[in-house]
């Protein structure tokens, strides 16, 4: 059992480990030859250029200026300078409202965090209950359990002040909730008036087209909008499957990349002989070849087959999706199909919101839309055997994971465990190390599942894989270490329990478990937030790419991997926070300090990559937040309910029923915002809509729209300039949406019979009267 020493041990490496990560970060951003990687965000929009450095040869790669360098905390009070709404400008919307979940963990647990030791620390302190145990029944205790609700005997009211404290931090943390909710709303709304015009503000994305044996789904789709929205369609570009192109075009690239690196070796050696390479696996074994032939060879291969499957995807009838990214020409048009019913049978013409052009999930177009059902029905399952079986693993490791459970494993490490300094380390560091370690591929799984549930946009593969990785936090990092966790330590006595038993040993495990949360949390939230703004895979990452294979400027661009804010792994880790927060603070309130430390330090690192490092690869003006605001409800019922079962265990059975009200407010308040403000996240106002295209009408009157939108939504395999034929199929391609009249026979998608004839549709320029 961890004590108050062993957490200081730990919190000192903990500490020393950041600041170390710290002064290393501050030597390394100085140097000229770094600039790249912790700016790179300057770089990409062009505001920067080179580094201010002098000193000649020497100066171009390290920072002669001592001074600099005594500055090395320098960049933090940076990072906080920048206001808000220019950081909106330089980073996005998305960027900053990821950032006020840091500054909400501060608003919500820094008064928590106050009251919780002005009232519940006297509390706990104050009784004798666990020294008269260890007298009379033995029982081992530390001093963190002495701040903890533990040492409050049974059935005292004492237990009162905790009801009261419950319904403090409840309402504290829903007025907090409401608030922000609000204001990120209102930025929302903000943003997506003041936005400038994108592609995505008049698209609509329509699947589950339906089939026709007389039309091809470009005629179908053109015909069926010119028929059900004749004042507003303007042009349509049907989804391709073009997976396969996509496969050869990045083995091109690839290719194309050793070629550069063969060729630039044999330029840079003095000597005539030529780079060899062998043909086997990784270039290890097998025939012997030159490698620059070899690889030209092997591209101009590429290049033919990648203009014959071009040609397919153009031509061949089964390449083309029954889907298409529709456009209008109108903000208020696009807003009206993409928030309604289009037919009769709610399986068909279904339309959404089409991300924007460099959010889309390319590859996840090409899937059947029928097949989506039963893709996400088999990730949900597989899912659930991940998240549950994985209990078992991880209570194993935590219960060896302590001096205890290395004895019993290995008896003869008992001497060397023993000792102060090492007792301490395993103490306040292994369980928390091992969890972390078991962690480290998750995202990459959950992130797989996703996109084989065939989202079709980065944004909801991303908030999908955060979901779930919350849930996986919830159950196997929080209910598994709790639960499982303190039974597996004490497997016998928990076997040999009756019944009734079992829920106060389960009870007992929350406060018993708060040892193991502060270290959890000073090493994934105090070393670890340090560890990230080192960025130690990207800058190595660039320098071998600048020592092998840059050649020009733009390749030094395409170099640098900046990345991103990393929705679907930081959210989730966010959240778990703020889960233990709730979770402890009327129980073991020594944990509160630890997680402010968190916040504060999460906030001013992620704040200085926002603005000097991540590139973010997509814009949702927020849609994230309803997920944010429900998953923090989640967690203070949890906490609610969690409190209400400890209480039980402490036979407070007049304090325990008064709690019973809070879970019912707590759903109620997440009901009231949920009708409030999450519309403003999942639909767009036709009013802000109208506003925006009059202001346009009357900025821009002659737009050329259609050519805007023409190709916005062409496969980027098609906008490529590696081949001369591009622009030639970006042309075919277009040749598929212009207006045809229809070929269809029957009538039986058609709402209403043609003004012209029965048996076509008119274009559009005979509908409106005039040349579009």
């Not at 030529?274 to 290049?303: F, N, W």
């Amino acid at each position: 059992m961890a004590t108050l020493e062993d957490i200081g041990v730990s919190a000192g490496i903990n500490i020393l480990t950041a600041f170390i990560f710290f002064i290393i970060f501050a030597f390394l951003r100085l140097q000229p030859f770094n600039d790249r990687v912790y700016f790179s965000k300057w770089y990409l929009k062009r505001l920067r250029s080179s580094p201010a450095s002098g000193g000649g040869f020497a100066g171009r790669f390290v920072n002669l200026d001592v001074r600099s360098y005594l500055k090395f905390l320098h960049w933090m009070p940076e990072a906080l300078k920048m206001p808000e709404r220019e950081l909106i400008d330089h980073a996005g919307l998305d960027s900053v409202v990821y950032l006020r979940i840091y500054w909400l963990g501060l608003k919500i647990f820094a008064p928590i965090a106050i009251l919780a030791w002005a009232v519940l620390v006297p509390v706990h302190w104050t009784n004798n209950t666990l020294e008269l145990a260890n007298h009379l029944k033995h029982v081992t205790s530390s001093d963190i359990d002495k701040l903890s609700i533990s040492n409050i005997p049974l059935s005292s009211p004492r237990f009162w002040s905790h009801i009261v404290m419950a319904y403090a931090f409840t309402i504290w943390t829903c007025y907090m909730l409401m608030k922000e909710y609000e204001t990120v709303a209102n930025m929302r709304l903000q943003f997506v008036a003041s936005e400038s015009r994108r592609p995505d503000q008049f698209t609509v994305l329509v699947r589950n087209v339906p089939p026709d044996p007389d039309e091809s789904v470009s005629e179908l789709v053109e015909h069926f909008f010119l028929v059900n929205h004749p004042d507003h369609y303007l042009t349509h570009q049907v989804v391709c499957n073009a997976n396969k192109l996509a496969d050869l075009v990045s083995k091109k690239k690839k290719l194309q990349n050793w070629l550069d690196y063969y060729q630039l070796k044999y330029s840079r050696n003095n000597s005539q002989i030529r780079p060899m390479t062998k043909l086997g696996c990784l270039g290890l074994c097998g025939q012997k070849v030159d490698a620059i032939e070899h690889y030209i060879a092997e591209v101009d291969k590429t290049s033919k087959e990648i203009a014959e499957e071009r040609e397919n995807v153009v031509n061949d009838k089964k390449s083309i999706m029954p889907a298409s990214f529709v456009s209008f020409k109108t903000r208020w048009a696009a807003a009206v199909c993409a928030q309604t019913t289009q037919t009769r049978n709610p399986t068909e013409w279904l339309t959404e919101w089409a991300a924007e052009p460099r959010d889309i999930y390319w590859p996840n177009l090409a899937i059947p839309y029928v097949s989506l059902t039963v893709k996400r029905l088999l990730m949900h399952v597989a899912f659930f055997f991940l998240t549950f079986f994985f209990i078992v693993p991880i209570a194993f490791v935590q219960s060896l994971a302590t001096v205890e459970g290395i004895e019993k494993v290995a008896p003869f490490l008992k001497v060397i465990i023993e000792d102060k300094f090492v007792k301490a380390v395993i103490q306040g560091l292994l369980a928390g190390i091992a969890l972390k370690l078991f962690l480290i591929f998750l995202p990459s799984i959950l992130m797989t599942m996703s996109k084989f549930e065939g989202f079709t946009s980065i944004s909801s593969l991303e908030r999908r894989s955060a979901s779930r990785y919350y849930i996986f936090n919830l159950v196997n990092v929080f209910l598994a270490n709790v639960i499982a966790g303190a039974a597996f330590e004490q497997l016998d006595s928990f076997l040999n329990q009756s019944p009734n038993q079992i829920p106060k040993t389960v009870g007992m495990a929350i406060p018993m478990k708060a040892t193991f949360f502060i270290t959890y949390i000073m090493i994934d939230g105090w070393a670890g937030v340090a560890g990230e703004i080192l960025m130690l895979k990207p800058l190595i990452i660039f320098h071998l790419k600048n020592a092998f294979l840059v050649k020009t400027e733009k390749d030094r661009e395409e170099a640098m991997d900046p990345g991103s804010i990393g929705f679907n792994t930081g959210e989730p880790q966010i959240q778990l926070y703020f889960l233990l927060g709730l979770v402890y603070a009327p129980v073991t309130p020594l944990l509160l300090p630890f997680i402010l430390v968190f916040f504060g330090l999460a906030y001013i690192v992620y704040r200085h990559q926002i603005i000097n490092v991540y590139n973010q690869e997509y814009e949702s003006a927020a849609a994230f937040w309803p997920d944010v605001h429900g998953r923090i409800i989640t967690a203070l019922i949890i906490s609610q309910l969690l409190l209400m079962g400890l209480l039980g265990t402490k036979h407070a059975a007049s304090a325990a029923p008064f709690l019973i009200a809070l879970p019912v407010i707590t759903i109620g308040f997440h009901r009231f915002c949920k009708g409030r403000y999450e519309p403003a996240f999942i639909r767009y106002p036709l009013q802000e809509a109208m506003m925006k295209d009059t202001l346009e009408r009357a900025r821009e009157p002659n737009l050329n729209l259609k050519g805007y939108l023409q190709d916005a939504y062409v496969h980027p395999v098609f906008k490529g300039d590696d081949d001369d034929d591009d622009s030639d199929m970006v042309g075919k391609l277009e040749d598929e949406v212009i207006i045809v009249p229809t070929k269809r026979q029957s009538r039986r998608n058609t709402p209403a019979p043609s003004r012209i004839s029965g048996e076509s549709s008119p274009s559009l320029a005979v509908i409106n009267g005039k040349e579009v």
